[in-house]
């Protein structure tokens, strides 16, 4: 198929781009890697009026060390932070993650910011979003906002953007010593969205977890923070046993949605294994 006709403009700064977007809003939509945006166009999944080219804009990219944090610029390709030695020196759990991001000529063109912003349920960078406690900044005519990972997936490729705000950056907490990750997924083949994924993060402090995030992708409508399975960890000591309780804790944390990729029974079993994995490996006893 083709996609319906739309106008198409190349913003010639961030201002251009908020002030086509506070004029269209709806009817807009933000062309970044074009990996989702353009097959949705052509399946006539999307119809937006006016398509908004942001490649332009070098104020969306690049990625540095801020302070505590990283700066992840929303235009940010797949490829580049797949090989950011600042991801791979402060945000390891990315670092592993990336390689699981699609394919190589996907990644050449994708974005950070265009997979935060679409948001599908099953995608790597929320999940490890999520679990690290990145900030999103949005920005629009009517001011700038700061907005946690954790408030940000609202559901099914929904969030907390308006349709007038631009996704400028993230800022992503650098990973501090003592704490340990684990990232692991289910594919059928290598670099397709996760039939179920877990990104994982926590620190052993001598005697107990503490700061345990244990996310899930692919498994909900938005990534999902197993919050009983995290308290049944930090309250024991840790070991084998420790780790059934928190695996069993998920039949309560996770309702994982069927799909075409895993029934939900197959997505609970997987993540439960996972799971299993992912501790065994941050935390040995
Ligand atoms: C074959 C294939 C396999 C893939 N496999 C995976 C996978 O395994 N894991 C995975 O996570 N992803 C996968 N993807 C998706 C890929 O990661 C996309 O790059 C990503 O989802 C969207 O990024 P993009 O830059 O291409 O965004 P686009 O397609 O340009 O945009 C996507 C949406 O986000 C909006 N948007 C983009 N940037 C901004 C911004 N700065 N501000 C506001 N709105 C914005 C757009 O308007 C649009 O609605 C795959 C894609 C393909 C084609």
Redesign the pocket.
């Known amino acids: 198929m083709k996609a319906p006709p739309f106008r198409y403009v190349r913003a010639e700064s961030v201002d251009h781009a908020l002030d086509l977007l506070a004029e269209h809003g709806d009817d ?13 166009l052509n399946l006539r999944l ?1 119809a ?1 009026k006016l ?2 080219d ?1 490649n332009g804009l070098s104020a ?1 990219g690049g990625i540095v060390i801020a302070g505590d944090s990283v700066r992840i610029g ?2 940010a ?2 490829a580049e932070v797949l090989t950011s030695e600042a991801i791979q020196g402060q945000l390891p759990l990315i670092a592993k993650a990336m390689p ?4 190589v ?3 050449n ?12 349920p ?5 999940a490890c979003a999520v679990a690290l406690d990145a900030r999103f900044v ?1 920005q629009s005519k009517r001011g700038r906002r700061e907005v946690a990972a954790a408030d940000f997936f609202k559901g099914l ?1 929904q969030t907390e ?1 308006a349709p007038d ?4 950056e993230a800022f992503i907490p650098r990973q501090r010593l003592g704490f340990a990750f684990a990232f692991g997924e289910v ?1 059928r083949r290598h ?4 039939i179920v994924g877990l990104a994982a993060i926590g620190r052993w402090d001598g005697a107990r977890v503490q700061d345990l995030k244990l996310v899930y992708f692919g498994c909900e409508d938005r990534p999902k923070l197993a919050t009983g399975a995290i308290k049944v960890v930090r309250e024991r000591k840790f070991d084998a046993v420790a780790v059934e309780a928190a695996v069993a804790a998920l039949d309560r944390d996770l309702d994982p949605v069927g799909n075409l990729l895993g029934s939900a029974a197959a997505k609970r079993h997987i993540a439960k294994t996972i799971t299993r994995r992912a501790l065994g490996s941050m935390f040995r006893n």
Request: without cysteine; proline residues 5%.
């Open positions: 807009a939509q933000v062309l970044a890697g074009g990996q989702s945006l353009v097959p949705a999307a937006p398509v908004i942001i969306l929303a235009l390709r797949h699981h991001v699609a394919h000529a996907v990644r063109r994708g974005t950070f910011g265009g997979s935060i912003a679409y948001a599908d099953a995608a790597e960078l929320p949005l490729y953007r705000e631009l996704l400028i594919v670099g397709d969205f996760a």
